[in-house]
T-cell receptor, first 112, second 113 residues
Framework: KQEVTQIPAALSVPEGENLVLNCSFTDSAIYNLQWFRQDPGKGLTSLLLIQSSQREQTSGRLNASLDKSSGRSTLYIAASQPGDSATYLCAAVQGGSEKLVFGKGMKLTVNP | NAGVTQTPKFQVLKTGQSMTLQCAQDMNHEYMSWYRQDPGMGLRLIHYSVGAGITDQGEVPNGYNVSRSTTEDFPLRLLSAAPSQTSVYFC????????????FGPGTRLTVT
């Protein structure tokens, strides 16, 4: 059974820092890995999706990488801003299935 | 496109009452699913569907029913609400073709007293 872990559960940093958010998964037979952002009381917004054949994806200040052999994905946020404060979730789609398995998320606070 | 829509946004039920949470999408996605989100538990899959007329159970299906009569709609029914079903419910959809990118609705916050 696939398990997805995000450590730490919370992170507080000053504005301007470059951040690395970690996501690990136990079964490397994934089809893709998707990173989401969730603001308090809101739904999930898709940030980046990395297919198993890819090693990284970039969108603006965000860069996500995938290493299937080690069971890890990282989300890199450059020059963090207070507006980046939110909960970030990663989720893996298992090969042969459309079902997402979620980590429990990491709550990020960027202080001005 | 409206994307994935959910109604209602908030609902309070008494124990034993029934209700239906509505979910609709206008992206012609075959795959639709329901999750519940609880503090400390993350998002857990309740039920999913890979197309009209096809549904299956996820991780936590007990107490919930679904049906899929059209591609667009995937309602979630609570037959006899219990306090343990107090949660935030999210509906999601995706194509059944790669890369299976999933799109989420805004959620329904349900309280059962």
């Amino acid at each position: 059974k696939q398990e997805v872990t995000q450590i730490p559960a919370a992170l507080s940093v000053p504005e301007g820092e470059n951040l690395v958010l970690n996501c690990s998964f136990t079964d490397s037979a994934i089809y893709n890995l998707q990173w989401f952002r969730q603001d308090p009381g809101k739904g999930l917004t898709s940030l980046l999706l990395i297919q198993s054949s890819q090693r990284e994806q970039t969108s603006g200040r965000l860069n996500a990488s995938l290493d299937k052999s080690s069971g890890r994905s990282t989300l890199y946020i450059a020059a963090s801003q207070p507006g980046d404060s939110a909960t970030y979730l990663c989720a893996a789609v298992q090969g042969g299935s459309e079902k997402l398995v979620f980590g429990k998320g990491m709550k990020l606070t960027v202080n001005p | 496109n409206a994307g994935v829509t959910q109604t209602p946004k908030f609902q309070v039920l008494k124990t034993g009452q029934s209700m239906t949470l509505q979910c609709a999408q206008d992206m012609n996605h075959e795959y639709m699913s329901w999750y519940r989100q609880d503090p400390g538990m993350g998002l857990r899959l309740i039920h999913y569907s890979v197309g009209a007329g096809i549904t299956d159970q996820g991780e936590v299906p007990n107490g919930y029913n679904v049906s899929r009569s059209t591609t667009e709609d995937f309602p979630l029914r609570l037959l006899s609400a219990a306090p343990s079903q107090t949660s935030v419910y999210f509906c999601a959809s995706s194509p059944v073709l790669p890369p299976y990118e999933q799109y989420f609705g805004p959620g329904t916050r349900l309280t059962v007293t």
